[in-house]
């Protein structure tokens, strides 16, 4: 796609008759892509680990919960 800046906002106020358009077929250069894909990757890995401590946390309770509770054994909780 393409993006196009029309007027600032003191011409709009203004009441400006002339409207520029100024076109820009590449919005992002090449240069920025690889930094952003290696930043997007880290955060994206963090995430995932972050993720992967909360359900282990999660089921960590699930298996304390099961041992507190009488008659509840993992076997049980699996088939319903």
Not at 7 to 30: D, N
Request: aromatic share 4%; with cysteine; charged share 30%.
């Amino acid at each position: 796609g393409q993006f196009f800046v029309m007027m600032s906002p003191q011409e709009v106020l203004q009441g400006g008759a002339q409207r520029s358009i100024a076109s820009r077929a590449h919005p992002y250069s090449p240069k920025s892509e690889a930094p952003r894909a290696t930043r997007d990757e880290k955060r994206r890995a963090q995430h995932n680990e972050v993720e992967r401590r909360r359900r282990d946390k999660i089921n960590n309770w699930i298996v304390q919960l099961s041992k507190i509770i009488p008659d509840c054994s993992m076997e049980n909780t699996k088939s319903g």
